[in-house]
């Protein structure tokens, strides 16, 4: 069975590629490098460059490879840009989605993969961690369109049997992020603090995050891939992190600590958040393995080793 990885040269996706090709599958990229890197693409993978929302590009690329099964991380992931630009995150993120959807019924892929987004989707949840029974409460673009594609999932699978699921990412964090694409605060904290900058804490600095490895994500996604579960999963560690508590564990790692700089609050800010993975534990034996202090220690390896530690920063 060969596997389509939409946004495979990005940062969730060159990991899962390097998973799946050491477990000897085909496995083809399709990636538009918008923020993903072609050195992040495994030689022994089939690259396709250009975009999700090319109906045309994408039909034959699933003809061409004889997919059988897609894993969609192609995506606009930024939330505060979706609201300055929505039109342009529902193109990439609904449309872009739909038109992979509707190519995988005509030509009869038997399974979807689709990276969700978890905290933010709940919003001000009166549970935490909270589980998927809690309702979804996006408030910002970028959510409301994770959770209008989870819709067309469930639809293309009660009106067409494509079999379908979604993964509720927490905060995903480790070794290739971007933190300038990605507006993941760990890789945005370390590249500062590698390449003397003074990070911004915005706020009281007490709101708090489950943070998990992109390792834990990789295996959620690949028992994702085998098994027929089929609906919405939490994927995180259901732990708590302040902002601080993170800046801390982080500023003992670099060469040279210092003080951050505090910001005004962002409005609309979520104050806690964490996803409980109990149904994903039952369902697709998976939880996560690595601790924040291990996993942050192997995320500031690779960016000092990939980046240095001068000020220049790529």
């Known amino acids: 069975m060969n596997i389509l990885v939409t946004g495979g040269a990005g940062f969730i996706g060159s990991h899962l590629v390097d998973h799946l090709v050491q477990q ?17 693409v495994h030689p022994r993978a089939s690259l396709v460059r250009g975009s999700i929302t090319s109906s045309q590009l994408v039909s034959k690329t699933l003809q061409r490879y004889h997919i059988g099964t897609i894993v969609h991380l192609a995506a606009q992931k930024n939330a505060r840009y979706s609201v300055e630009q929505p039109l342009f995150d529902a193109d990439q993120n609904i449309i872009g989605s739909l038109t992979l959807l509707e190519a995988a019924r005509q030509q009869h892929v038997k399974r979807f993969v689709f990276a ?10 009166k549970q935490v961690p909270t589980p998927e029974t809690s309702p979804a409460q996006p408030q910002v673009p970028y959510a409301i369109a994770k959770r209008t594609v989870e819709q067309y999932l469930e639809f293309y699978q009660t ?10 990412l927490s905060n995903v964090y480790g070794p290739r992020q971007d933190p300038a694409g990605e507006a993941g605060v760990v890789a945005i904290f370390l590249s500062q603090l590698l390449t003397g900058k003074i ?3 915005y706020g009281s600095g007490k709101q708090t995050r489950d943070y998990v490895f992109v ?6 996604l690949s028992q994702a891939i085998d098994k027929p579960a089929r609906g919405i999963y939490n ?10 508590q993170l800046y801390q564990q982080l500023n003992v790692l670099v060469p040279k600590p210092r003080s951050p700089r505090l910001a005004a609050a962002v409005p609309g800010d979520l104050a806690v958040s964490a996803l409980q993975a109990a149904t994903a534990r039952r369902r697709l034996a998976w939880q996560s393995s690595t601790t924040l202090s291990a996993g942050l220690q192997i995320t500031y390896r690779w960016f000092e080793q990939y980046y240095g530690s001068s000020a220049r920063y790529l």
């Open 235 to 244: 994927i995180g560690t259901g732990k708590q992190t302040s902002v601080r």
């Open 116 to 125: 969700s987004t978890g905290g933010i989707m709940y919003g001000r949840a």
């Open 24 to 40: 000897r599958r085909r496995v083809v990229v399709l990636d538009n490098f918008s923020t993903g890197r072609k050195q992040f």
């Open 215 to 220: 390792a834990d994500v990789v295996t959620a």
């Open 199 to 201: 990070p911004a804490i």
């Open 159 to 168: 009106v067409y049997g494509l079999s379908t699921i979604a993964l509720r």
